[in-house]
Structure formats: structure tokens, C-alpha cells
């Protein structure tokens, strides 16, 4: 711990010109108080306007138009009154009671990141604006209604009306707050790529609120995540009415920085220290603020940290924290330079010190490590499908690798992210595509996993 937040000022968001910054891997000597994830993106989507997706130096799986113009592809996409507005979740259609044959916010912005790559970004629009109008749509689950900015986890064209899901239909009634996370980081990229800006279109139609665009989820449990306010910022940048906006982002920033960086981040010297704590203290200078017992730290996270690495951990709570790793928080928190650089490479320096625990033979683990027995039982209410090293209780995700992929390139480790595609291209394939692996290595295919993943 020990880290100073950075002053999250309208200045430091003022995109800079590095060309040279994907022209080879190195690692990165950056001004903290500059947003490191809009230059790496900036730079991204110039050398895709320009027709140089090949100059950049990740691995060579990532070509998008092979699925794009593929009959799989075509079949994958789903059309509203003769417009594409999305993709599938997954070809597979053995079992027509699951719900993958919708268009899942989340699951498309992969496929939206592919499109906009390919030149081809109308559908991208499309989605964001048919998305944006179903939120403005009665939101009622069991008699509770949702508030403004909602946006629905799924949705499905039924000939010419579209059957929304704000999760009155999912697993255990869940209210999903990440389609409005990942829909405001589409907007952002739609904008970047396509140099199409959709704010004022969105700021002008009576669905389109500040609340619906996404800023104010701020009051919310979206109010926790970092990348979505980044992405609101530079886009209020572009709109004249959005000072006050803006002033609430920058403020909130501030302050998930410090919390991010002084509390959840885990190291070699952060767990020694936490060894050693004492507890009950009353100070305002008491160094255990959230009286963490020292005897809560299980033996798994002595073995697992690395003398150089760390991470963000789950999640903290008085008298408890939940250390384990969390695949998709720790890439997120590199992307939206949520993490300090420093930080960001002692990720990378974890991921490959503990290569088979996180990527094993099939990348990569949604957490780790698996939780069983009582935990087992507290935490997931004995759901079958999440026994240990199962599904969402350590089990291993191929599409994690997008994430993976563009952290590595942000912190000039591309290395990484090719020797995870090559494990990953030796049995895809093969496979099918499946959703999700099983076993504590990743080696066998889910029991309950869907093929044809889009």
C-alpha cells in the first residue's frame, strides 16, 4: 500500500501524441498525472484508421475479419427492422431453454471491438443506440423499480418487438450493473474508431440523458468502477453543457484512486505487513484501518505472492478481506490506469510468476484460487455448477485473452499475451470454441460449457 492517489485534474486527461508507442514492445516511462490508457488507445485506433493493425506488436491470432466474413460470423448476427444491431452470444443451439441465443451487452463488445477493426462501424451503432433506447423502457423486477441509466443485460428481436432483460429473467433475479460498465467503454471506442461522435445524438434524444448515457451511474454500484468515468469525461469533453458533470467525475476519481491504491493493492511487503498487524486500534493514525485479523491469512496466499508482483485483491471489508485474484478487475484496473505504472507491471510480473496457476493449459482463471467446503457453501449457496475449479469458482475463460492481450501491449509485454494465444490455439479449435475449461489446470472442457462462442 502506501501509494499516493494521482490528481485526476481535466488536464491530465488531454490526449498526448506518442506515435512511436506501439511500434515495439518496451516498457513504459510514463507522467502519472497523464491517462495511459487513452494514449495506447489513441494510438491503437490511428493505426487501425490507417490500415496498420499489422505494426502493432501482439500476437498474430487477432485478425477479426476471419469470423467477421466467415458463414459463422454472418449467421451470428442478429438484425432489428433490417439493421444489424448485435451478435449472438453462441452458435450452439443444443439446449433452446438457455438464454445464448440473446445479445448480451457484455458479450458483444469483444465482437464490437472486431467490427470496428473491420471497418464496419454501423452495427457498433446500431447496438448503442437500440440499447440506449430499450433502457429508457419500464424497468420492474418483482414490483422494484429500477433506477434511470439501467441498461439491460440482454436482449432478443422476436420478429419486430425486442424482448428486453434487466434481469427479471436471469439466474436468481440479478440486477446486472456491467452491461451499463462495458456500454459506456463501447461508446468511447465507437467514438475513437469510427471519429464519429454520438454523445450529442445521445445527449439530444429523450433517452439519452447524462443518466442514460451512463454518467450517472455515479450514484450507484457502477460508482465503484473507474473505466466507465474515464470514458465519460473525455466524451463530456465534447459536450457544452457537461461542466458540472464533469466536476462530479473528476471529484469521484480522485477519490476511487486513493481508495483503490491505498487498500486493495497486495504485495510482497503489503502481506508482511499484514502478518504483522495488530488489532482493535482506536487512532485516527491506527495503520489497520479495517482490523483485519492476521489469522484470517490462509496459507494459499503465502505460497502464491511472488517477492516481486502483487495485485488488487477481491474485495475489503472490516474485520475481513477476500485476497484472491481476480482475473478481470486486474486487467481492467492496467486499462483504465486505475493502477499507478508501477503497479501494472507488478501484475504482469505475478502473471508470470504464477504462470500455472493463472494460465495453466488453457488461459486463463477467472480467479484463484477455487473456494470449497464452508466457503464453498456460504459463498455460492452450494451452486453444483460452481464446485471448485468450475465456471465462475476458478475455472478458466479463452475469452479473457482480449483483456490479457491489451494489457500486455499497454505495458510493452507482448510476450505474455503470445505465449498464452499459442496454449490457447492448440485446442480452441479443436474444441469448438467452448466457453469454459475445467480442473485446476484448465485441462478438461466445462461440463455445463457452450460451444460456438461468438
Known sequence: MGMYPVPCTLDGFEEGGFSKLLEKPRLLNVDRQRSLDERFLNELSIALNQGRATDISL?????????????????????????????????????????????????????????????????????????????????????????????????KVLHDPVRNNFGESAIGRVALVDSGFWWIILLRAYTKSAGRYLIGRVARMPEGNMLGSGVGYGQGKISTLEHPFRCALLLLKQYNEGKELIERVINRLNALSYNMRSYFWLDFKQLNDIYRFKTKGYSHTEVNKFNVMPDSLLDWIFDFMPARGGYFIGNVSPAGMDFRWFCLGNCIVILSSLATPEQSIAIMDLIESRWEELVGEMPLKVCYPAIETHEWWIITGCDPKNTRWRYHNGGSWPVLLWLL???????????IARRAIEIAETRLLMDHWTENYDGKLGRYIGKQARKAQT
Open 59 to 155: 500476437p498474430r491470432i487477432y485478425e477479426p475479419l476471419e469470423f467477421i466474413s466467415s458463414p459463422a460470423g454472418k449467421r451470428s448476427l442478429v438484425y432489428f427492422r433490417g439493421q444489424p444491431v448485435g451478435t449472438i452470444a453462441a452458435l450452439d443451439n443444443s439446449d433452446e431453454n438457455l438464454n445464448y441465443d440473446k445479445v448480451f451487452v457484455r458479450d458483444f463488445v469483444p465482437s464490437a471491438l472486431a467490427f470496428l477493426m473491420n471497418g464496419e462501424p454501423e452495427i457498433v451503432k446500431n447496438f448503442i443506440l437500440k440499447t440506449l433506447r430499450l433502457q429508457s423502457w419500464e424497468k420492474k423486477i418483482d414490483r422494484f423499480q429500477l433506477g434511470e441509466g439501467v441498461m439491460p443485460a440482454s436482449f
Open 405 to 415: 492481450t491489451a494489457e500486455c501491449g499497454k505495458t510493452g509485454r507482448p510476450q
